[in-house]
């Protein structure tokens, strides 16, 4: 079993990095850190450079999670997938037999969230699999 963070560096998802090692830690599983974003476009140069970059910036983003990982003593797998974030969590979810998806909010109303898609409200009601959604420190 695992524990399956979605991470982009935002200010919900770096708490939710905290509480996932706390989890990992206390439940001995191993955290896999997911970011999923595809290019808007799959067609022509543009898009093929757009998803190296967003490639780079998730790498980039998934590695200062898994440095604090570490230094937690927290067993790491990083998937950077060219896919959107809800595919993404749940595909690796189930590759990883997650006991739980965490993943941050952005403390948007409920009807906001419902409205535009986010990620948090879209996994609430397509995961078979527990979702803990952790919102942002309070500013």
């Known amino acids: 079993m695992s524990i399956v963070l979605g991470?982009?560096?935002?200010?919900?998802?770096r708490r939710a990095?905290?509480?996932?090692?706390?989890?990992?830690?206390?439940?001995d599983e191993e955290l896999?850190?997911?970011?999923?974003?595809?290019?808007?476009?799959v067609v022509g140069e543009e898009a093929?450079?757009?998803g190296k970059a967003l490639a780079e910036i998730g790498r980039t983003a998934v590695g200062?999670?898994?440095a604090e990982?570490?230094?937690?003593?927290?067993?790491?797998?990083v998937e950077v997938v060219d896919e959107k974030p809800v595919p993404a969590l749940l595909a690796s979810a189930d590759r990883h037999d997650a006991r739980v998806i965490v993943v941050?909010?952005?403390?948007?109303?409920?009807?906001?969230?419902?409205f535009l898609g986010s990620v948090a409200y879209k996994l609430l009601?397509?995961?078979?699999?527990?979702?803990?959604c952790v919102p942002a420190e309070p500013e």
């Open 17 to 27: 990095l905290g509480l996932a090692i706390d989890l990992a830690v206390k439940l």
């Open 69 to 77: 990982a570490e230094v937690a003593g927290v067993r790491t797998v």
């Open 104 to 114: 941050g909010t952005y403390g948007e109303s409920p009807l906001r969230g419902a």
């Open 64 to 66: 200062h999670a898994v």
């Open 48 to 50: 093929g450079e757009h």
């Open 32 to 41: 896999v850190l997911v970011y999923g974003a595809a290019p808007p476009g």
């Open 125 to 132: 009601h397509l995961s078979t699999r527990p979702v803990l």
């Open 7 to 13: 991470y982009d560096e935002s200010p919900g998802a």
